[in-house]
């Protein structure tokens, strides 16, 4: 059972480091968005890295101290309010938005970023060691998901703002 321990303190070290790494980068890419929407949305993603991480020290600390994985330790809304998020920026915002070249680059790396991750989280819920652990780790995995999608949808806004009011909101062409 202490290998199983050791395998799952590596796992936890190298998440930390992701999450780590991960709220380091949406606050540059926040701090360099030239727009209200990427600024809020990519704090967003940084907050909820910084709450990954917290959660993950927790457990690193609790198996650490060979209390097991703990129960319950974490809980997430599929990533609801970041969609939510989202929408209320997108309806308070200048729909004349241009993106330049470098906000579009952060987005394809963060969407690069969450796919890792989840490829991650997904690959040690098929090792986990306990049902609660495997748990954890896909409830993670459907969440970094959801960002992705909400970085795509950010991306496509930002590529085309007219085109993806257009597509959003499905307009009739028959004048009804």
Do not use: C
């Amino acid at each position: 059972m202490a290998k199983e321990r050791d395998k799952t303190l590596k796992a936890l070290k190298t998440a930390i480091q992701m999450e780590i790494d991960g709220k380091e980068f949406y606050l540059k890419a926040s701090q360099a968005s030239q727009n209200e929407l990427g600024k809020k949305l990519l704090n967003e993603l940084a907050a909820e890295e910084d709450d990954h991480r917290k959660v993950f020290e927790d457990i690193y600390r609790d198996i650490s101290a060979k209390k097991g994985w703990p129960e319950g330790k974490f809980r997430t809304d599929g990533g609801k309010g970041l969609r939510t998020i989202f929408a209320r920026a997108l309806e308070e915002m200048d729909k004349d938005v241009s993106a330049i070249p470098t906000e579009l680059d952060a987005v394809q790396t963060a969407m690069e970023m969450e796919n890792k991750t989840y490829d991650f989280y997904r690959s040690w819920s098929g090792k986990a060691a306990y049902d609660a652990e495997k748990q954890f780790y896909e409830a993670l995995a459907v969440q970094e998901e959801e960002h992705y999608r909400v970085l795509l949808d950010y991306y496509e806004f930002l590529k085309n703002p007219e085109a993806w009011f257009v597509q959003k909101e499905h307009p009739s062409l028959d004048g009804g």
